[in-house]
Antibody, heavy 126, light 107 residues
Framework: EVQLVESGGGLVQPGGSLRLSCAASGFAFSSYEMNWVRQAPGKGLEWVAYIRSSGGIVFYADSVKGRFTISRDNAKNSLDLQMNSLRPEDTAVYYCARDRGYFDRNGYPMSLFDSWGLGTLVTVSS | DIQMTQSPSTLSASVGDRVTITCRASQSISSWLAWYQQKPGKAPKVLIY???ILESEVPSRFSGSGSGTEFTLTISSLQPVDFATYYCQQYNSYPPTFGQGTKVEIK
């Protein structure tokens, strides 16, 4: 059974930093692309970041580019999201989501999220 | 970015009703569309992908149709466990984007 368990959320002041982690089990983690998707309280879903299975290629939403860094450790079956210069609008539940792994004819990812963790809440407030 | 617009935002229905949710893309996404179900306090769960393919173990009362810019999710006979929020998501091009959600409530 696929399991994704996020951790690391909490309360942080604006301008602060936080590192989220996702522990994966039940599947061949090193073979899958992975993502972070967030959901602000009472709001819809927003994709945040993507990382290729090898870790060599990453993409970010414009709203977090330059502030967030996605990384992975395939030996430890773990996915991380380093969040710096946090803003109140970053307040959300952050989900770790497995990618189905489709690519278009140019090798660009086509991200469909087929397994999700339960999420970890990040609150940015003074 | 491709904008996804769902309608209605909220839908009140009774058990046994046929329910249809519409999702429109701001430009053609071929059939690269997924539908997710999310219950309060839970993670989303994929129901349908490539516009009309049912994910494994999803009940057959769920169906999807459409291509290009207009898509629908239909629940043929609403069950108590189906009261939830439903999101469409395009994966035709980056960044992947979601609709704003449709909450299906008990009438």
């Amino acid at each position: 059974e696929v399991q994704l368990v996020e951790s690391g959320g909490g309360l942080v002041q604006p301008g602060g930093s936080l590192r989220l982690s996702c522990a994966a089990s039940g599947f061949a983690f090193s073979s899958y692309e992975m993502n972070w998707v967030r959901q602000a309280p009472g709001k819809g879903l927003e994709w945040v970041a993507y990382i290729r299975s090898s870790g060599g290629i990453v993409f970010y939403a414009d709203s977090v580019k330059g502030r967030f860094t996605i990384s992975r450790d395939n030996a430890k079956n773990s996915l991380d999201l380093q969040m710096n210069s946090l803003r109140p609008e970053d307040t959300a539940v952050y989900y770790c989501a497995r990618d189905r792994g489709y690519f278009d004819r140019n090798g660009y990812p086509m991200s469909l999220f087929d397994s999700w963790g339960l999420g970890t809440l990040v609150t940015v407030s003074s | 970015d491709i904008q996804m617009t769902q309608s209605p935002s909220t839908l009140s229905a009774s058990v046994g009703d046929r329910v249809t949710i519409t999702c429109r893309a701001s430009q053609s996404i071929s059939s690269w569309l997924a539908w997710y179900q999310q219950k309060p306090g839970k993670a989303p769960k994929v129901l349908i992908y490539k516009a009309s393919i049912l994910e494994s173990e999803v009940p057959s009362r769920f169906s999807g149709s459409g291509s290009g810019t207009e898509f629908t999710l239909t629940i043929s006979s609403l069950q108590p466990v189906d009261f939830a929020t439903y999101y469409c998501q395009q994966y035709n091009s980056y960044p992947p984007t979601f609709g704003q959600g449709t909450k299906v409530e008990i009438k």
